[in-house]
């Protein structure tokens, strides 16, 4: 997930006014512009079958949910009792958007939902936060909206953070509620528009014009010797912080670019930070796991490499590969941005390449007999980095296997291990294999036996059958967004990618080729 610069390397209130400028809320023009992507139709059948699953997944972040807060837990055991007390952005963003997916697919009324978002929003905005750039902390109470000091479940030191990715999910999330529930459109535009995206970038970074940092800390940490005390970049204002100074997203295939993208779209951050990012590493950078190909072309004045990596190495697709080989780098953003429809000759190639290549490394290279390789719960315990190594850059891999069987592309291995796949990768691949990934999603249910009253569990181990017996709701909320988008026709996508929307983003991203 995270991405290092270093080459040897790879890691305001309700009313009307903006809390950190004090100016009236900008008009955000709501009407979708976008020509929807192919989303596979589905059949009566298939409409039921993901409209259940969506029904069992809310089940799981309704439980997730304090009463008193409307904040989602991070997690909850499979049997629906005793959630954690945690919750971050990413959470509270992933609850919103349900919720819209919900009503949308008949599981809760309209009533209900305006209810739901209307609770969050109103926690949200007596939560503390770094007022300044309107950016949340990492880490919050979900019992009263407190930031985390202590660990709820050991007492162990918590420094709060403000993280750039988690943000982006959390942003994206709120311009969905805008457009999507007239009700709570102005809290939610009270809470994004005060966000300052640019208050991440460093416009010194080696890749010009810039690049996003992992985030800041609000005060000094004593653990950490790489930080960079700095006033807020770009004329955010406020008192110094922190900046995480050897950690910037700098890789095109990572969930990270939503935050480029909120800030293309606000005018914060400029369109060739898009192409600052990496496709693949030069070719001169040789301790690469796999030699990449391509040609350099020059977009908004960024020279970009434009690298693949073919899998299988002999005779396979041309993929350009994320960090660490996952399915949510490369294709959660993918839930909100209509990627594919506004940038075919890039993302519309690249994302049925990288789910086809997965599918093949589990059916076929592997033999796992099942796919869909991302972070997750860990069957063996705790959480877990799986992907496929052979698509990602990162040179000791993400694995898709308990025993970490590396892939080298001049000798690939000839066994792996326990393989462990995570149901909201299926779900995330479903608008670029409908058939493969429902079949792939009932085998996990009914032949591994991954599901209870609340969904799908979160991951299983092909071979050992081990289950995480625990619900995300990262995970379960990436669910919900799938299925939103391919039974409702682009559901999220719609409410996310308005006229403004496409205006900013997509002639920024629509020149790209991919050397696919």
């Given at each position: ?31 979708p512009a976008f020509a929807a ?272 990596y073919r899998y299988p190495y ?150 050992s059958g081990k289950i995480a ?48």
């Open positions: 997930m995270y991405q290092f610069s270093n080459p040897s390397r790879r890691q305001i209130l309700a009313g009307g006014t903006a809390i950190a400028a004090g100016l009236a809320l900008p008009t955000f023009p709501t009407a992507p192919s989303v596979p139709t589905q059949s009566p059948a298939g409409r039921r079958q993901l409209t259940r699953w969506a029904a069992d997944t809310w089940t799981s972040l309704v439980a997730m949910t304090d009463p008193h807060t409307g904040l989602v837990s991070d997690k909850i055991p499979g049997t629906l009792t005793g959630r954690a007390h945690n919750t971050s952005p990413t959470n509270i963003g992933g609850y919103l958007w349900s919720c819209i997916v919900a009503r949308d697919l008949g599981i809760i009324t309209p009533g209900e939902s305006r209810k739901r978002i209307a609770q969050t929003l109103k926690t949200l905005a007596r939560m503390q936060h770094h007022t300044p750039s309107g950016m949340f902390y990492n880490w919050y109470d979900v019992r009263d909206g407190s930031v985390l000091t202590t660990w709820p479940e050991n007492g162990n030191l918590v420094r709060p953070f403000v993280s750039s990715v988690d943000m982006g999910w959390l942003g994206a999330a709120l311009w969905v509620v805008a457009n999507a529930d007239p009700s709570n459109r102005r809290a939610a535009l009270a809470l994004y528009a005060p966000m300052r995206w640019d208050v991440f970038f460093d416009r010194a970074f080696a890749r010009q014009p810039g690049a996003n940092y992992g985030g800041f800390y609000t005060e000094p940490n004593p653990d950490r010797t790489d930080l960079l005390q700095s006033p807020p970049l770009n004329g955010v204002g406020g008192p110094d912080i922190w900046y995480t100074a050897n950690h910037h997203y700098d890789t095109a295939v990572s969930e990270a670019r939503m935050v480029n993208y909120l800030g293309i779209i606000r005018g914060q951050i400029p369109g060739g930070a898009y192409y600052a990012t990496w496709r693949t590493f030069p070719p001169d950078w040789t301790w690469q796991e796999t030699p990449p190909t391509g040609e350099t072309r020059t977009y908004l004045g960024v020279d970009v490499y434009e690298g693949v002999a005779d396979g697709l041309h993929v350009v590969p994320g960090w660490g080989g996952s399915m949510f780098e490369e294709l959660m953003p993918d839930l909100f941005v209509p990627e594919a429809a506004w940038a075919p000759r890039s993302w519309g190639k690249n994302h049925p390449n990288h789910v086809a290549s997965q599918i093949y490394h589990g059916m076929e290279d592997a033999r796992y007999g099942y796919w869909g390789f991302s972070p997750s719960n860990d069957p063996y315990g705790g959480y877990r980095e799986y992907g496929v190594d052979a698509l990602g850059l990162k040179p000791d891999g993400y694995f898709s296997d308990e025993e970490n069987t590396n892939y080298d592309p001049l000798k690939p291995p000839t066994s792996y291990g326990d393989g462990v796949v995570t149901p909201h990768a299926s779900f995330l691949a479903m608008p670029y294999a409908p058939a493969e990934a429902t079949a792939n999603l009932k085998g996990i249910q009914h032949e591994l036996g991954a599901y209870g009253k609340g969904g799908f569990y979160d991951a299983v181990g092909t071979r017996e625990w619900h995300l709701s990262l995970d379960q909320s990436m669910i919900m967004g799938a299925i939103g988008n391919v039974v409702t026709r682009n559901g999220l996508r719609r409410y996310f990618a308005t006229h403004s929307v496409e205006s900013a983003l997509r002639p920024v991203i629509s020149p790209e080729r991919f050397s696919i």
